[in-house]
């Protein structure tokens, strides 16, 4: 080996130590957060744990979710039915998430990842409490971080800030944590519709079996036809995967002029929902009867009024012009 090849590695060499020796050296504190579990002892409690309370903007919106029995309730909905399969994964996303990257205990960077403290004016943050167990502490939830997986954690409480290797879903609408279906009736199962309105109108439809294709409309007005057999059919289908924006207790509502529509399926199953509008928001309340297929219904829906999307309303309100073709006009003159 020539003496100028081997200064040149005995150079590289040099330079390779100094930079080594350069790098800081991490704590034991850092060594022991660069991977294992976020938050060990809540593995180790869930099936202990009684409430979950989740707010963001120092408090400014809050969900609480409090396990009743053997079922979790929504207590900013009138304890209403939570739904357990959006609470699950949260629960387990927490309890398995693991630590792959320290972050910064300084807090005047934490907005940068968005853990600040969430009562801060401008905070982003979201945090999520375990009241009543003292031994679980708050999580700040911050930013999903971008250009790689995970999100950024911080432990109420604790400086410092972490990546870990999931993203933690965590709506604070209320409605996202509620049990969401009211009723599904399938149109396939349907025989007859009713569609009853305060001043009197009325549509209705049936057919003699769920095995005959199409609905007939009845009442026609003479000289009028349905529109279409789609729009006589699509009523059949007002119940199928219904589900709620908002609920309040039904005796919270005043139903003394409400519409009313009445649904029959083939099997003797009857379902009556009677319709409002108040404040721009439209609700209805539901009832079923005739079939062993009414008692689950009733037993989630007993009590309750519940907010529907505008469109769904108004597929159940429907009028008789509504399904009829448009009157040509024959007057030239």
Known sequence: MSKRHFSYLLLVAIVVTI??????????????????PFLPQLAERINDISVVRLSTMGGAEVVTLERVNSAW????????PADWSVLKPLLADLSQAVVVEVKTSNPEYYHRLGVEDPDLEDSVSKLIEFPGDESLPGVIVGNSAQGRDGQYLRLQGEARSVLVDRDITLPLNSAAWLSREIVDVADSDVVSVSISHPDGGRVAIERESADV?????????????????????QL??????????????????????????QLVTSDGLQVVVLMIEEDENRWIRVEASGS???????????????????????????????????VEDDDFS
Request: overall charge negative.
């Open 19 to 36: 930079a080594v020796l350069l790098v800081p050296s991490k704590t034991g504190r850092q060594a022991e957060h660069e991977a294992g």
């Open 236 to 261: 059949a289908s007002v119940l199928s995967g219904l589900e709620l924006d908002g609920v309040s207790p039904a005796e919270e509502h005043d139903w003394s002029n409400a519409g009313e529509l």
């Open 213 to 233: 294709t199409d609905f007939t409309l009845l009442d026609i007005p003479e000289g009028r036809e349905a529109a279409s057999a789609w729009s006589v059919n």
């Open 73 to 80: 309730v929504v207590q900013e909905s009138s304890a209403y």
């Open 292 to 326: 062993d297929a009414a008692d689950p219904i009733n037993e989630r829906v007993n009590g309750w009024a519940y907010r529907i999307p505008l469109y769904k309303y108004d597929a159940m309100n429907k009028r008789m012009d509504d399904v009829l073709a448009a």
